[in-house]
């Protein structure tokens, strides 16, 4: 059974695949924040931007196996399979999406023709086969997942500097400014703007590559 918080397809907002179409699979429950409000203080991750909590988004709901929900999710890719151009492309989200994501589900896409992506905290391994992982560390939070295509850090977050991560097996490492808007004033680690701290980062240390959240910025989903 998998729990399916919403599933629609858009642009890839973020990160080294922003701009490319993408249906987005965002999973119910995440492993370090309940999704409530009143627990965000003491979660182990307290600037999420995302509801995950539940099946009722658009495109949500429970599927009893792979095959089914690898078919609602063919059906969100607006062209027939092969037709457009290019491979269709699926973002396993969450929520933690590594919570649910399985051998069956992985192989059930390539089955229909789609590259498979996902967006993790990297505290769970990867099961093999996922074609491009984007691991986002959390603050204390133990990773298990050390390799992947890229390593995307929101920034600045408390004790957390970049360079811990900077010798992992990475093909891409990015900064992403955390986006305050939802979050307590005391949890924000600066008077900086986060946008002006990660600018100042980026251009002092190259290896790190800027990434907003192109989405936000264009108004979609
Ligand atoms: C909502 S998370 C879901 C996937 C997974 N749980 C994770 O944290 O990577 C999707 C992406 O949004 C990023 N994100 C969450 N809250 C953010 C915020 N307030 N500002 C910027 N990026 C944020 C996460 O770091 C992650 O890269
Ligand atoms: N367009 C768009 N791009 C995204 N990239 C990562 C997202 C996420 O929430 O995982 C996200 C999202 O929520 N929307
Ligand atoms: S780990 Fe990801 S989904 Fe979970 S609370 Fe943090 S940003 Fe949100
Ligand atoms: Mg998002």
Known sequence: MYSVKEAFYTLQGE???AGRASVFCRFSGCNLWSGREQDRERAQCRFCDTDFVGTDGQGGGRFSDA??????????WPFPVGASGSVPYVVFTGGEPLLQLDAALIDAMHQRGFEVAVETN?????PPGIDWICV???????LAQTYGNELKLVYPQRDLAPARFSGLEFDHFLLQPMDISHVPEHHIPTTESP???????????????????????????
């Open 67 to 76: 095959a089914s929900l690898a078919d609602h999710i063919v059906e969100l």
């Open 195 to 221: 946008m002006q701290a990660t600018l100042e980062y980026c251009l002092s240390n190259p290896l790190w590559r800027f990434s907003l959240q192109t989405h936000k910025i264009a108004g979609i989903a």
């Open 122 to 126: 990297g505290t769970l391994p990867a």
């Open 136 to 142: 986002s560390p959390k603050g204390d939070a133990p």
């Open 15 to 17: 990160g080294i695949q």
